[in-house]
């Protein structure tokens, strides 16, 4: 593939969801709307009533959260294409690499919805099953961050690089003892800033193996299809359109750092020059000025961002 001025899907991942999340989509646009009709029936249960109208804190759940985010995503993704938006590749944020899948045809959208109910249900359990927790690092780069986990583990305790999300900002996940040391001592390593997360488990760390076992059986119960675009993998940050690769990346990266600076630059490398995030909020946007100003970023989860794409 040639580089060019090519256009990048980019999906965000939990953290992102918010309550209100895709009402005003679904009101302007009957694509939207059908969306969230079809998650609701995929799950059996109104997603769509908690997206628009909360609790909050049940939004907030792994489980709910990351089908929530996944069907907001591709409801902005399906209005996107509906006015002739063509994108040349994809990739996504932790759950946003599932939701790149579906836009990419790799996965069907009620396997999708599915399968990311499930696999929040079983990071949520492994959650409890082995407590963790991240923290989030600014101000040191990625060699650094490593050595600050090596410095705050302690006896047989995890913490590893888990995020790398722009340069000077990564995420570190562990044991919950060896997190809150890597806080306390991030300054005496150079960090400006070390704030622990609110999250219900150490996602992307060893921690959520027995989550994986879950995750392997969910995603041998759905069937993956070639990729019409190639998607850019958190685990490798390599382009993945075959099943089978696309299968093992995405359990992968249940346990594996996500390598978000990577797969960026990955898809820079292809041809990649206008970021479109379908979906609420715009945490990708945002990073992606800290990783290459001379990249256009567009997020597109209100119908005012709709109006703006095609003419970007």
């Given at each position: 593939m040639t580089p060019g001025g090519g256009v990048a899907l980019q999906f965000p991942g939990q953290g992102s969801q918010a309550v209100g999340m895709g009402a005003a989509l679904a009101d302007a646009y009957p694509e939207a709307?059908?969306?969230?009709?079809?998650?609701?029936?995929?799950?059996?249960?109104?997603?769509?009533?908690?997206?628009?109208?909360?609790?909050?804190?049940?939004?907030?759940?792994?489980?709910?959260?990351q089908p929530a985010l996944l069907t907001h995503s591709i409801a902005a993704w399906r209005v996107l294409a509906a006015r002739g938006v063509v994108p040349e590749f994809a990739a996504g944020h932790s759950l946003g690499e599932f939701s790149a899948h579906v836009a990419a045809g790799s996965l069907g959208f009620a396997d999708g919805v599915r399968l990311v109910r499930a696999r929040g249900?079983?990071?949520?359990?492994a959650g409890r099953e082995r407590p963790g927790s991240m923290a989030a690092v600014i101000g040191l780069d990625y060699a650094?961050?490593?050595?600050?986990?090596?410095?705050?583990?302690?006896?047989?305790?995890?913490?590893?690089?888990a995020n790398h999300n722009a340069p000077g900002q990564v995420v570190v996940s562990g044991s919950v003892e060896a997190v809150r040391r890597a806080v306390e001592i991030a300054r005496a390593h150079g960090a400006k800033k070390a704030v622990e997360l609110n999250v219900s488990g150490a996602f992307h760390s060893p921690l959520m193996e027995p989550a994986a076992r879950g995750l392997a059986d969910a995603l041998d119960a759905v069937e993956v299809a070639p990729a019409r675009i190639p998607v850019v993998a958190n685990f490798d940050a390599e382009a993945v359109s075959d099943p089978e690769g696309i299968r093992?990346?995405?359990?992968?990266?249940?346990?594996?750092?996500?390598?978000?600076?990577?797969?960026?630059?990955?898809?820079r490398d292809l041809g990649a020059r206008v970021f479109v995030e379908p979906g609420p909020g715009a945490v990708l946007t945002g990073l992606l000025?800290?990783?290459?100003?001379?990249?256009?970023?567009?997020?597109?989860?209100?119908?005012?961002?709709?109006?703006?794409?095609?003419a970007a």
């Open positions: 709307r059908a969306a969230f009709e079809e998650a609701d029936e995929a799950l059996g249960f109104a997603l769509s009533s908690v997206c628009w109208e909360g609790p909050a804190d049940r939004l907030t759940a792994t489980e709910i959260a249900e079983v990071m949520a359990a650094a961050v490593e050595a600050l986990c090596a410095a705050a583990r302690e006896g047989e305790e995890v913490l590893v690089p093992a990346r995405l359990l992968a990266q249940l346990t594996a750092p996500v390598r978000w600076v990577a797969c960026v630059e990955t898809l000025r800290r990783i290459d100003r001379q990249l256009e970023g567009r997020a597109v989860g209100e119908p005012a961002d709709v109006e703006e794409v095609p």
